[in-house]
């Protein structure tokens, strides 16, 4: 339990070191706001929050937060460009129907875009895949197939070849081992647990 | 917990919970009010009801804005064997999602109104005649300026929130684009920034039924007389457009009225539903005023805050308050992206605005729901303490 909320607050520690002071924020995906609310009380920013469900959205209010409940493309749609400093779609890409056009129409509202994703790549999961044969199970990803969600895994190579196809910039990354905490330096698309960058275009 | 409360039936409004019988009050406003095309009134009356008690600071106010057909009078009931309390009696009491522990409720029947403010159906003191159309042209901003006086008067010094469905969410918006140093929170429900173009050929349909009706006579009619079959043909169309396609299937089916002779190839009452539809014809022109009726619905007609201000944004620029917007699914009259566009535009001018969105099948009247989930939001809302928005518009 302990493990899992650690690997909770990674994007916390890590997104709140790369948001500026009193930025404006748009978290798509925001759940129950954790995330923008740690940001609104370290970093003072203008939040606002995108997510579908009626209960999340008011954990959301009750936090104090800006959150708009409806779909996060046809809301970036009414923003004109640059409105954000800063987008962050963490631990929602591998759940999207268009990651591609969620992720250009983020660039363009936005100044920067930070991605946080679980790295599908990592050997534990190549070792699921392979030896037992089955659909990957962990800490994050903890039901079987039938009661999961569609999800489209993405690994760092995934998405680092995606990057360079569309020419988005990569202007920062960060790589963390199994444990999600210590930084993975040496191939990362094998032996990093999760995998955060920051984009620009 | 008095006795008496202990014994109150549940249900009941004197269980503990409720706010209990309630005495409406007259506000006369005794100088003169310009209203916006100019019209002078010398002096204007709202009747209004309050629950729970201004604390010492004047700043726990929360205001409640009706909807066309609505009036002051929403919780609580008029007497110990008042069988019918007020309107949004779900919503308002102690403990309550609006708690009237914490807060101090007020709400008035607004100007233009028929059930005891100034409106067509008073008195106009030069003529010792009623003012039917003679009545100044009343707009939303006038219906929101004259209660800003109502709270003056009572020592409101911040109003904690403003919350209004229909034709309330537009007098909630504006109260924060109007004094936005003075509204800290808006709660607009099932509403729109923009009569669209829908809602006033229904609203039309209703004033043509009114003024087709020879009993209205331009307008001049006795108390207790006037254009009772057009009003009630009014009530009956706008009643439609209030509810939705699956709420009537589920609560009148085809179901047939039982007749002597079983079947009928006659024109009277078959169906339930259009029993009960002439029932709510019958029962609204015995509360309303039909002229009141006119007034209330042109001022929605002419209610466009793009227009007024420039645009959305600009309309919002001024706003302090954080606000929340709620709609609908199965909202036709005021749909669901009526209100995102407000909540939209709210964070494109920079503020703090929410979006929700609840999943109903009772049409536009979904916002008076009884529902655990809208309780819950509303309370998420209103019981946080109020931060300091800081603006970061570029």
Same mark, same amino acid.
């Given at each position: ?22 930025? !404006? ?9 954790? +995330? ?45 460009? !640059?409105?954000?400093? !800063? ?16 992720? +250009? ?7 920067? +875009? ?19 044969? !089955? ?67 | ?11 009941? *409004? ?27 009134? =010398?002096? %204007? ?7 729970g008690e201004?604390s010492?600071?004047?700043?726990n106010?929360i ?23 007020? @309107? @949004? ?5 102690p403990g309550?999602?609006v708690d009237t522990r914490r807060f101090f ?19 106009? *003191? ?34 904690h ?54 009993? @209205?006579?331009?307008?001049? $009619? ?44 006659? %024109?009277?009452?078959? %169906? ?22 006119? $007034? ?21 620029? =001024? ?16 749909? =669901? ?37 809208? $309780? ?6 209103l019981e ?11």
């Amino acid at each position: 339990m302990t493990k899992i909320v650690e690997k909770r607050t990674v994007d916390m520690q890590i997104i709140g070191e790369w948001v500026a002071p009193r930025s !404006r924020v748009l978290d798509l995906g925001c759940g129950r706001g954790a +995330l923008l609310d740690y940001l609104v009380q370290s970093k003072d920013v203008a939040a606002v929050g995108v997510d579908l469900d009626f209960a999340r959205v008011t954990a959301c209010v009750a936090r104090g937060l800006s959150v708009y409940q409806g779909d996060m493309t046809g809301f970036m749609r009414q923003f004109p460009d !640059r409105h954000f400093d !800063r987008v962050i779609c963490s631990r929602t890409v591998q759940e999207l129907g268009d990651p591609a056009g969620v992720i +250009l129409e983020a660039l363009r509202v936005g100044r920067t +875009l930070t991605v946080g994703f679980v790295n599908h790549g990592f050997w534990k999961n190549r070792v699921d895949a392979l030896v037992r044969g !089955r659909k990957v199970r962990n800490d994050v990803y903890t039901t079987d197939w039938f009661e999961s969600r569609p999800a489209n895994p993405v690994t760092i190579a995934d998405f680092e070849h995606f990057c360079a196809a569309k020419e988005i910039t990569i202007t920062r990354r960060a790589h963390l081992r199994g444990n999600w905490h210590s930084p993975c330096r040496t191939l990362p698309n094998l032996f990093a647990g999760y995998a955060l960058y920051d984009l620009a275009k | 917990m008095t006795d008496s409360e202990e014994n109150a039936p549940v249900g009941s *409004p004197f269980a503990a919970g409720e706010v209990g019988v309630v005495t409406p009050r007259d506000f006369v406003c005794p100088r003169p009010f310009t209203f916006k095309s100019g019209q002078v009134l =010398p002096g %204007f009356t709202l009747r209004y009801e309050t629950y729970g008690e201004l604390s010492a600071t004047r700043d726990n106010a929360i205001l409640i804005c009706h909807a066309l057909s609505g009036d002051h009078h929403c919780a609580g009931v008029h007497s110990a064997d008042d069988r019918k309390p007020g @309107w @949004w009696n779900n919503l308002i009491g102690p403990g309550k999602a609006v708690d009237t522990r914490r807060f101090f409720v007020v709400c008035a029947n607004v100007l233009g109104g028929c059930v005891g403010s100034s409106g067509p159906s008073s008195l106009n *003191p030069e003529t010792g005649q009623a003012y039917g159309i003679s009545f100044p042209f009343v707009t939303m901003l006038d219906m929101v300026r004259a209660q800003k006086l109502l709270l003056d008067h009572l020592g409101v010094t911040t109003l904690h929130g403003v919350i209004g469905g229909s034709m309330g969410g537009m007098q909630a918006m504006l109260f924060a684009i109007e004094f936005p140093g003075y509204t800290r929170r808006v709660l607009a429900m099932a509403t729109t920034a923009r009569e669209s173009a829908q809602a006033i050929a229904f609203n039309e349909v209703g004033r043509q039924a009114i003024m087709q009706d020879p009993d @209205w006579n331009q307008g001049n $009619y006795g108390k207790g007389a006037g254009p009772r079959v057009g009003l009630a043909i009014a009530r009956m169309m706008a009643h439609i457009t209030y509810v939705s396609d699956a709420s009537m299937d589920r609560k009148f089916g085809r179901r047939k009225k039982t007749t002597a002779n079983g079947e009928s190839y006659t %024109f009277d009452v078959q %169906f339930e539903v259009e029993g009960y539809l002439r029932h709510q014809g019958q029962a609204f022109i015995n509360r309303f005023d039909a002229n009141s009726y006119l $007034y209330i619905t042109r001022a929605l007609d002419q209610f466009d805050l793009a227009h007024a201000y420039g645009s959305l944004e600009s309309a919002f620029a =001024p706003v302090q308050a954080e606000s929340l917007i709620v709609g609908f699914t199965s909202d036709w009259l005021f749909p =669901p992206e009526q209100n995102r566009q407000i909540a939209l535009a709210m964070l494109r001018a920079g503020k703090r605005a929410s979006y929700a969105e609840l999943a109903t099948d009772l049409g536009h009247d979904s916002f008076l729901l009884e529902s655990e989930e809208l $309780y819950a939001l509303i309370r998420a809302f209103l019981e946080r303490s109020h931060i300091v928005a800081v603006d970061f518009s570029i």
